[in-house]
């Protein structure tokens, strides 16, 4: 089946069981998108779909066969990160990692949703991405520095 | 200028927000397969039956394993926590060596298979027929059975510390608080679950592993197969967060192993969420007791603790709860107790401030009961039993307590606290404020740690030791540590970690991570300096020939020497010079003796502020402080977190986590991230973290005592007494859970 990922072409040969995330990591080597609960509770999973944020692993492959897909991986233009990216460097919003791709992937639909407006919004709708490391005060201060760069686009 | 103690954002942050850091299970190599786990039904009694046909026919199923089919383990586990340098099984326990089931999820049969989807499908497709026999799972069931430990950790601490006369300190006191708590069982649920990557070549293992500890794993899985240490290779690039649940080596490693070399290919283990509740072992339930006596001015002259909690059949686990209690406080009478009950679970385990959070839970609350029944201000009552000695009469190695809860008072506003609870309203919230010390205890259990540095002719130059990056920032943290010792500018050092080929560190557990790997690296870093300069200051081509190695400075990888004004030699130059197209040294750093006379406690002082919804009862914590004295920091940034991690923590030990058996069927009653719950950012307020500043000669050359556990520590308590300060109620059990809170006066208002 032909998957549109990162604005790039893939055509992989997989059962329909297989989800989004599971084709992502083991048959794409693109694993950038993490598997924590493959349940739909943790959001380290996050990728989009046609720009909406959803859950890879509860998301069969087939069903995003046609669909634009962009994960981690497709953010950063060579060397130059997202300033998401760049902000999660910056402001330390995480430690072992894991989440990470997922928090990103989160915050910035987050901004361009409109639901970064205060920290009580951020915290809320950042609620679906799970950091057991607990970097959230810094998730936070990563968000609130883009959505500022970003002269109150959202 | 000094690498150490600069606020340096993380050197892994690039590969981690692109999603190139690769963690265990994303190591793709040629022939993969996939590994799935079929665990047990009933929690105890035997298999008598599998079926496995259906299975086997499945598509793309290379093998279903029973314990007909597996080979049985060369040697018997035998639990020793990973800190102690050897191997480190989780539990003296191997599966699938014979038909006795001991508990829910203990792995029965094994399933290969070509894909990830055809190994979970064939495994739901294995029939097992069991003859179950009564379990014990919750400590209600096996109360009556309760037996005094005697050694914990596997034999490594006594259970039982006594001094003094407890009874005559406690019958003499002025005035007693006597409380107990029922805890619930705690989850480490980091978000990567433990997963293995097992490859054979020939009869040489490389397994690609989620762990705290690399040479753990490999002397662990070389023992029980029954191969030479140096046939195993563990290879860790990144790890999805441990929280002790990685600290120790579960049976799923081994199994892997021998999973692949039954396939002869490459096998790939994941486990499912739901596993890692019967998988790498947990915090367990307990309850805890405490008395204490006070004379009228607050001085304490008694503390008896006791722990009631469950274990495995076959280990005499508990983590140790009384070690902070029993030095924490100036008290001349003091007995700790730990009481266990075996029953149906695997052994529990190390969980983020393992022990000692609850026992100093236990104390803290306690003694917030007594400073209100003496009238006297919770901090001045900590500070009036404060101790500048150990029960042995040892001072602290470092100390920073009384500091810690000045200026962590003086930052929350302390002093403005009404102390009568139940009398600050926010609209329908009730508010309170608590605060509680926190202490960690400092152990030098590890044998000597080694790294080694490498230097090039271009001036670059790379630390190694067999560490593992797992959110800890050690990657980074060694990297400045190395720059520093070597003299070399932070951009031209590389540290290197994540295989158990190079020069030996112990599991980073207990805290004792950051001190083990920065005093080796320093080691490394140190002597291959002292090699250059000794290789300069003989050269008679060096403008620093003849001068005294002692006078010599290397910084940003220019030697001078005060002997020798204006004089300037490069680390680059002397290289060329004499033909060399490196240089190495190993260093080694040996910790201080078990014996050493001084107190080891890392201190602290947590302050909380929460609202209370009386009617619901929850409990929203609006802010944390917490200053600390973990001895020298060395990176700010990374510090700040890993303490804000662990205050964050003791919020959810507070408030959200806690797991139950269902005693009719001995598993556990949460078994994912909906039920089990964690924290999510809604629930994390604002965190203020502060340093104390103190000196520690003892704890190794950077003087640094470690941030992994002390931030949780206390934490708990000082929300626990908040609670109180708002609400005029004291929650006994944890967690504080909205129907344990829920006022029953206000009810129906």
């Not at chain 2, 306690?366 to 040892?394: C, K, S, W």
Request: charged fraction near 20%.
């Amino acid at each position: 089946m032909p998957l549109q990922i990162n604005g790039r072409q893939h055509v992989v040969v997989l059962e329909p069981r297989v989800s989004l995330l599971d084709a992502l990591r083991e048959h794409l080597d693109l694993t950038g998108s993490k598997k924590g609960c493959d349940q739909g509770t943790c959001g380290s999973c996050t990728v989009w779909i046609d720009g909406r944020r959803v859950l890879a692993c509860l998301t069969l492959a087939v069903a995003a066969s046609g669909h634009e897909i962009v994960t981690i991986e497709g953010l950063a233009d060579g060397d130059q990160l997202h300033p998401m990216q760049r902000a999660f460097i910056e402001y330390d919003a995480f430690q072992c990692g894991y989440c990470t791709s997922g928090q990103i992937m989160s915050a910035i639909k987050v901004i361009e949703e409109g639901n970064a407006g205060t920290d009580e919004d951020i915290g809320e709708f950042m609620s679906g991405n799970i950091c057991r490391c607990a970097a959230y005060p810094n998730i936070r201060a990563a968000i609130r520095h883009v959505r500022d760069e970003a002269g109150g686009r959202s | 200028m000094s690498a150490v103690g600069t606020p340096v954002t993380r050197v892994d942050g690039p590969a981690k927000v692109t999603g190139a850091a690769r963690y265990s299970a994303e190591i793709s190599l040629p022939g993969m397969t996939y590994l799935a786990v079929v665990g047990a039904t009933v929690a105890s009694g035997r298999v008598t039956a599998i079926e496995a046909d259906a299975a086997r026919a499945a598509e793309g199923v290379l093998a279903v394993l029973t314990p007909e089919e597996l080979p049985k383990i060369a040697a018997e586990p035998h639990l020793l926590p990973s800190l102690v340098g050897g191997p480190a099984p989780g539990e003296s326990f191997f599966p699938m060596q014979d038909d006795v089931v001991q508990y829910a999820g203990q792995p029965v049969a094994l399933v290969i298979a070509e894909e990830y989807e055809q190994a979970h499908h064939a495994a739901s497709l294995v029939r097992i027929s069991y003859q179950p026999t009564k379990s014990i799972t919750t400590i209600e069931e096996g109360r009556e059975q309760a037996y005094e430990a005697q050694r914990l950790f596997g034999g490594l601490m006594p259970a039982r510390s006594e001094r003094g006369d407890v009874e005559a300190g406690l019958a003499g006191a002025d005035v007693r608080v006597e409380v107990a708590y029922k805890m619930a069982a705690n989850h480490h649920n980091p978000i990567e679950a433990p997963s293995t990557v097992a490859t054979w070549d020939g009869g040489n293992l490389t397994l690609y592993e989620s762990t705290q500890g690399i040479r753990a794993t490999q002397q662990t899985v070389a023992q029980l197969l029954g191969l030479p240490i140096a046939r195993v290779r563990v290879i860790t690039r990144f790890v999805g967060g441990g929280f002790g649940g990685k600290a120790m080596v579960w049976p799923n490693v081994t199994l892997t192993a021998m999973a692949a070399r039954y396939v002869g290919r490459p096998v790939k283990l994941m486990l499912t969420r739901p596993q890692m509740f019967t998988s790498n072992g947990h915090r367990e339930e307990q309850e805890q007791r405490i008395a204490i006596g006070a004379a009228r001015d607050g001085r304490l002259t008694a503390i008896r603790h006791e722990k009631l909690s469950i274990t495995s059949p076959f280990d005499d686990w508990a983590e140790p709860a009384t070690g902070v209690s029993s030095q924490l406080y100036g008290c001349e009478n003091f007995l700790g107790v730990h009481r266990l009950i075996k029953g149906n679970t695997m052994t529990p385990t190390f969980t983020r401030g393992p022990g000692e959070s609850l026992g100093v839970f236990t104390l803290e609350t306690a003694m917030d009961e007594l400073a209100y029944q003496l009238a006297i201000d919770p901090v001045e009552l900590r500070v009036r039993n404060h101790t500048p000695v150990d029960p042995f009469g040892n001072p602290w190695s470092s100390d920073g307590l009384v500091e810690c809860l000045r200026l962590g008072a003086e930052r929350f506003g302390w002093s403005e606290r009404n102390p009568a609870p139940r009398t600050t309203r926010d609209g329908e919230w009730l508010v309170g404020t608590g605060v509680a010390a926190a202490a960690y205890p400092i152990a030098f259990f590890m044998p000597p740690q080694r790294a080694r540095a490498r230097i090039f002719a271009d001036g670059s130059a790379i630390v190694q030791t067999s560490t593992q990056e797992f959110g800890t920032g050690v990657l980074t943290m060694a990297t400045q540590v190395g720059a520093d010792a070597l003299g070399v500018a932070l951009r031209e050092m590389e540290f290197q970690a994540g295989d158990s080929d190079l020069p030996n560190s112990t599991a980073a557990v207990g805290s004792a991570g950051a001190g083990m790997v920065s005093s080796a690296v320093h080691a490394a870093g140190t002597a291959l300096r002292e090699q250059l300069i000794a290789l300069a200051v003989s050269d008679e081509q060096s403008p620093l020939h003849g001068a005294g190695p002692g006078s010599v400075k290397v910084a940003d990888g220019h030697l001078t020497s005060a002997e020798r004004p204006g004089a300037v030699d490069t680390y680059r130059e002397l290289l060329s010079r004499n033909h060399l197209s490196d240089a190495e040294a190993l260093g080694m750093w040996r910790p201080p003796p078990l014996d050493t006379p001084h107190g080891l406690l890392t201190f602290g002082a947590q302050f909380a502020e929460v609202a209370v919804d009386p009617e619901l009862g929850l409990v929203r914590v609006r802010r944390l402080n917490g200053a600390f004295a973990p001895g020298r920091v060395l990176n700010p940034l990374l510090a700040h977190s890993q303490l804000m991690g662990g205050m964050l923590w003791g919020m959810s030990q507070a408030l959200l986590e806690g797991n139950h058996m269902d005693p009719r069927y001995g598993r556990w009653a949460e078994t994912n991230l909906a039920e089990y719950l964690v924290p999510v950012n809604a629930d994390a307020p604002e965190v203020r973290v502060d340093f104390v500043d103190v000196d520690d000669e003892l704890v190794g050359p950077l003087g640094a005592k470690g941030v992994g556990e002390i931030g949780q520590v206390g934490a708990a308590a000082a929300i626990a007494n908040a609670v109180f300060h708002a609400t005029g109620r004291r929650i006994r059990s944890l967690p504080m859970a909205p129907e344990l809170v829920m006022d029953p006066a206000v009810g129906g208002r």
